[in-house]
DNA sequence: AGCACGCCGACT
DNA sequence: GTCGGCGTGCTC
């Protein structure tokens, strides 16, 4: 059994007579727990290590199980992997809202009425006894009313004074099926004798339409909840609760019509549907944006379901229900489960109950649809298997992608991952022989993919702020455009973080020479510094590659391109996506219907623009900056820019008119940039691997981070230093098996502070996956750990996305 | 996490 | 001498 808290073991329990035969695995039970009572999932023995006593289940909470047994050993091995409580692994699985906890409810006692008028009764003591003479309050609340933490010590004391009362009461669990009153003609002759002429009414309706619910006969007779009531007491309906689904789903989707395969598809599906059921297998799916991997993988779906197989389908997050979840629902219905972040929470509970039930065969969604309750999937499929939304930034820090491969390993399925910007890390498996490849090199109506222009902006040398971003060639081009009547979509990667340096003369951005990662200017020191390592470069140093001292700090955002744009084109209607303008509910898909029907001449967007919108109006793309995303101070800078270029260039010439592609950059040389240009992944992939090669970076490695953040900088540099120094002897103890291990920092982050934290991080690397998880282990949980202070929190990243 | 225990400095 | 703060450890 595996409790709901930051615990790693499991524990045993014995379950009383009474319960033995309800208690299965997958489901929740209420036990013990310490002082405490907390929810735990039931996962199956464990061992019990010492010969302490054994307590009992209180409860078990569910009729049936939440999550099949198959799925059990897939939690493990995450709980393992990524080092996080086996427990709160289940939880992050789970739909939200289920579980329960006591907490500890305070109540005014006797004496306590008396003491709060006492004049010796000391202040902190009177500020809680004036919150509780309010009503009774959690330790939680209380803390919040009077503005400070409330010692449990002062609490007893207060208790054995008769002050005040500790009551325990269980929270939570409010999220249950959804159940609707339904309406039943009783079979006995109580309704044969005379009836009013409306329950006369009643009972035709139920006689020809069999059982409805209340409100369904309100609609046909407004009083039907009334009369119904009367036609129970008199026994000649019955009234039962029914478990309804919520309506997840807005408008209906019409059912599609299956369209021909292109040559290319039909190889495609030809080369991969002879897989289905035969053992693990993972495939590659490489194909240009607009070339129909959605068809390959609604065949691919269809071929598995037909064989019995359930199907699990992976969409990256984009705020709102993707075109590939509708296309699944167009085309499969009543079979297709979806889970996304678009779903209330009990919408979501609804779902992946109908995924437990077997009601659906196809589960679709975001990242979190990985946990899809599927006894024994058949077929997994990562649409843009690159995207950085599969990766969980808080938390339990899962990479989806990743986790559909290990799934796939345990059901024996098959995997496919599809891309038009395939990962460095999902290629290089191509290359070594791990996946199989298939590809998609042309778009399905023959349309040519956009021509791409660079424009250098070292040659921009206009000074006028932001104006000098919006070159003379990309004005002409967005004029154009608008005199054609088409739209524009200008993309600038704003959420952007500090300024990094950059050679205003040659467009070389100023680099660590041990890490290749672009230095980070700290204005306290006045130097340039590595994030990865910790070198330091005088604020003053001139550019190495060409001795300019003529070093700027690119540093600017949508908001301001937005505003360039209105000056520029007073007569054009400018609007923006970004996380600052799409946060309000509703506000993405207005924006959306704007664009469709032409109220929108330019989009100034950032990566938002770039993900799964099919917008057929634009022609023209502008990339305002593309060395924004390049020069982030992350090994995996060069592989994002060329996805996010490739990507929002894709966005360009969907309809019937080509598209263009401006593309700005101090760089126009870099091969990153160039292979955007040509839209050479092969291209960009062979210099970058070999880059990671020489670095030793993923995938030639493995990482994990650990972040240390705390509100106090002094104590949070001090506590990253332990932790540092510990790794260091450690590895210096491991003695020639853990040289393989390679330990960076611990440094300040790149995001040096949020939300009034400060923050470190120690990467640590290793060819060796075993030989990195034993250090980081020992590290963490082991016997000489630093002890995690309740006001500094460290947390382990492992394989991290962003190093920021 | 949430709670208890035990060790220390600063007060009656 | 106790009170009350905080670091350390445990939960079948």
Redesign the pocket.
Known sequence: MAVV???Y?T???SVPAHLSDQARPGMRVLV?????TVTGYLIGPDR???S????QILDVLDDSPLFPETMIPFFQWIASYYMHPPGLVVNTALPAGLNM?DI?VLTIDENGIQALASSST?PVEKSILAALSEGPAS?KQLQKKIGRPV????I??MRQRKWLLLDRRIEGGRIRPKTIRMVALEKSENFSRRLSRQRRAICDILKAEGDLSVPALKKRIPTAATLVRGMQKAGQVAVYEKTISRDPFGDPIEPDTTPRLTGEQTRAVRQMAPLLGRGFKTVLLAGVTGSGKTEVYLRLTRAAISKKMQVLVLVPEIGLISQTERRFRARFGERVAVLHSGLSRGERYDQWLRIVKEEAAIAIGARSCIFAPFTDVGLIIVDEEHDSSYKQETGLRYNARDLAVVRGRHHKALVILGSATPSVQSWHNVTIGKYDLATLSKRINRQPLPEIRTVDLSLSRDERGIQRYITPQLQKEIRNTLDEGNQALIFLNRRGFSAFPICAHCGQALRCKNCDISLTLHKKANAFRCHYCGFTKAATSACPSCGSEDIKLLGMGTEKVQEAMVQLFPDARVARMDRDTMNRKGAIVRLLKDLKHRRIDILVGTQMVAKGHDFPGITLVGVVCADLTLNFPDFRSGERTFQLLAQVAGRAGRGEHPGKVVLQTFNPDHFTIGAAKNQDFKKFFDQEISFRKALAYPPFSRMVAVRISGKDPQKTAEMAGKIGTNGRRMLANAGPGGSRVKLMGPIEAPLARIANRHRWQLLISSPDVAGLHRLVHELMQGPNSV?T??DIRVSVDVDPFFLM
Request: glycine residues 10%; without cysteine; aromatic residues 12%.
């Open positions: 808290l930051p615990v073991e524990f045993s329990y013990p727990f310490g002082r405490r019990q290590t010492d302490r006593e054994i307590k906890t500890a000391g330790i010692p449990w010590a002062l007893h004391r002890a202070g309740r």
